[in-house]
């Protein structure tokens, strides 16, 4: 539970002090919950930085076999979530539920323990180690004389589902290209069978083939009914996977939409204005078409 | 969607590291060769520095006094390196989290103090005495990591504190005395100046790495292979280990034309291989490096940063306290002076000569043991020129700034080759 530095009034009325005092410390033994039921719920979550309020009272849930998007302009927020989901930083108010039950992520690795995957904007790889040392980073196979021709082989396995263009998995994180490393970091996040994923603009560095790898992939964890959230600013992405759109602005919620809601809506959501820079410019444009005969695909 | 491969199809026939075509693989002798070069240019030195340095000094030393290479000089140099290596094992492990220990040589000094009070001044029994020593060792190594871990107090100026602190603390248990004679028939003094291996068992230990080495080699390429990995050409196994097996027979052989090769010097390399292996083979030894190479990258991969650092802080006092009380063997008295002098700079410069990285994150429990022979061949060589300790330090001092410029040139070459 999440209590540190929590005003009284934010907190839910039916939390109690005793609860507060009793974590929920059980191990991860429970498998994949049933497709549809709700993995991870979070009411009136906020994280402040000082006097930046990053996040307030943010509502969000997400169900086993969905692909929550998670939009919104440069720093709305997005990412604060996400870490705070992952256990990097303590919410300062606010009530995360993980299946059902209310969790208190102090710390990665209890987010990890639960089944909460990261991959995150920063990638947080360590570049002087391997790219098999990285993967399996903190969960090494038989920690008292390390695997290594196993976890050589697991992360060949995982980098060619990946499509991933490796070239040795030997060399340092430091040799890689930027793309690379993401595809290596989403190969992480995969390893521990999480029950939920969040990829923090996981496409950003990537290439085609590798971009629709990752979108695939995506998917056939959804198949697998693993809840998935993913942050991009590729509205075309978000589309083509997400079961909803959830848009933060100013790290508030700022509406639920539809994967075929118009782009007008969408991008009114995060811009916060119906009259914004967007609109004026795709307004333009169809206007230079019209005025030269072209036709807008 | 370019390689459409599903993760249990049968990968081709290509062995499955070796399928981009982009990568330059090592077969053969000519193949490790021709990789070794490249790894020097990209900065990656390994023993290089240290096997340049060997020779030169060697040479430069042997012209000087003839002395100097003689079998029972290098004895010496054998029985002085084991004290301050292992105060130096100690340093490789908090350099690689990118911290440093100021204080070891202190430590050391405290240690010695607290053998010979409680042994000879109070009639503890030696045992108990080494046991206590070991203990203060570890908790200030606690105290150390304690005050980083919760106060974020920096280690450098933690542990110059510490350096100050456990000197006046060496000094006050010692007394207005100021040193204690140990016994020279104790077990303790006769380890540390006497004892060496009788000559058949120093010929057996020398085989030892080499057959591990054709033995490990064996099984994980038969491993490999099973699944498909690429693996080390047998030549090039093969090669290693008869080289290996090699120099250690003829070092051995050269010892044993002297006195042989000290007990406390096997007990020193027994260490580094220990804690070669804890740092290579185990999630401990990974830990430390993620640690030492981007702590937040660590913490979110569920490492607990805080325990690495108090194990590493820890090792590193306890090792030194080791190393203390081998020097209180090895001079047979527990006194005032007792790890003050070079003995931190030593320490650190062996670990920085071997290749162990100040910058976090590199390095190898090997690096302290082939540092101290470079460190202590110099010191030695010194002696025997009788040169003042004026100008010993002088040297060594420039000799430790040598070391350091090497590792900052061949980590910046490191970050243009990708290697960092
Ligand atoms: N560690 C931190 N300390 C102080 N302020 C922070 C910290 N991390 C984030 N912030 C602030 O929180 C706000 C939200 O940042 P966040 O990284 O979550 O944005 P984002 O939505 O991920 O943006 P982007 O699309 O650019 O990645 C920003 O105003 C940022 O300055
Ligand atoms: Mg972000």
Known sequence: MISQGARPGLLRPGVTHVERRAPVMQRNVIGLPPKGTTILKLSNVSKNFGAVSALSDIELEV?????????????????????????????????????????????????????????????????????????????EISPWNLDEVAMEVRAWTLLRELAARIPSVREPIASLSG?????????????????IIMLDEPTAALGVAQTAEVLNLIERVRERGLGVIIISHNMEDVRAVADRIVVLRLGKN??????DASSHELVAAITGATENAVSRRIGRKSGEQAATGGSHA | ?????????????????????????????????????????????????????????????SILNPIFLAPNNLVNLLFDCATVGIISLGIVCVLILGEIDLSVGSMSGLASAIIGVLWVNFGISLPLAIGAALVTGAAVGALYAMLYNRLGMPSFVATLAGLLA??????????????????????????GQILVMPDWLSYLLALVPGAVLIAAGLVIRKRRQAVNLSSQPLSSLVVKAAVLTLVLEAAVYYLNMGRGVPWMFGLFVALVVILNYALTKTQWGRSMFAVGGNREAARRSGINVRRIYMSAFMLCSTLAALGGTLSAARLASSSQQAGTGDVNLNAIAAAVIGGTSLFGGRGSA?????GIIVIQAISNGLTLLNLSSSLRYMITGAVLAIAVIVDSLARRSRVSHGRA
């Open chain 1, 63 to 139: 169900k086993a076999g969905e692909v929550v998007a998670l939009v919104g302009d440069n720093g709305a927020g997005k990412s604060t979530l996400i870490k705070v989901l992952a256990g990097v930083h303590r919410p300062s108010s606010g009530r995360i539920e993980f299946c059902g039950q209310e969790v208190s992520l102090d710390s990665p690795s209890r987010a990890l323990e639960l089944g909460i995957a990261t991959v995150f904007q920063d990638l947080a790889l360590c570049e002087n180690l391997d790219v098999v040392a990285n993967l399996f980073l903190g969960h």
């Open chain 2, 166 to 191: 456990l000197l006046g603390m060496q000094l006050y248990i010692l007394g207005p005395t100021g040193s204690i004679n140990l016994p020279y028939a104790s077990p303790l003094v006769r380890f």
């Open chain 1, 254 to 259: 700022n509406g639920v939409f539809s994967p």
């Open chain 2, 366 to 370: 090997y690096s302290a043991l082939l």
């Open chain 1, 179 to 195: 793309g690379q490393r993401q595809t290596v970091a989403i190969a992480r996040s995969l390893l521990l069978d999480p029950k």
């Open chain 2, 1 to 61: 969607m370019s390689t459409d491969m599903s993760p249990n199809s049968k990968p081709t026939s290509l062995a499955l590291d070796r399928s981009d075509e982009r990568v330059s693989h090592a077969d053969g002798i000519g193949g490790t060769i021709r990789a070794f070069i490249s790894r020097v240019r990209s900065g990656d030195l390994g023993m290089l520095p240290v096997a340049i340095g060997l020779i030169v000094i060697s040479t430069v030393f």
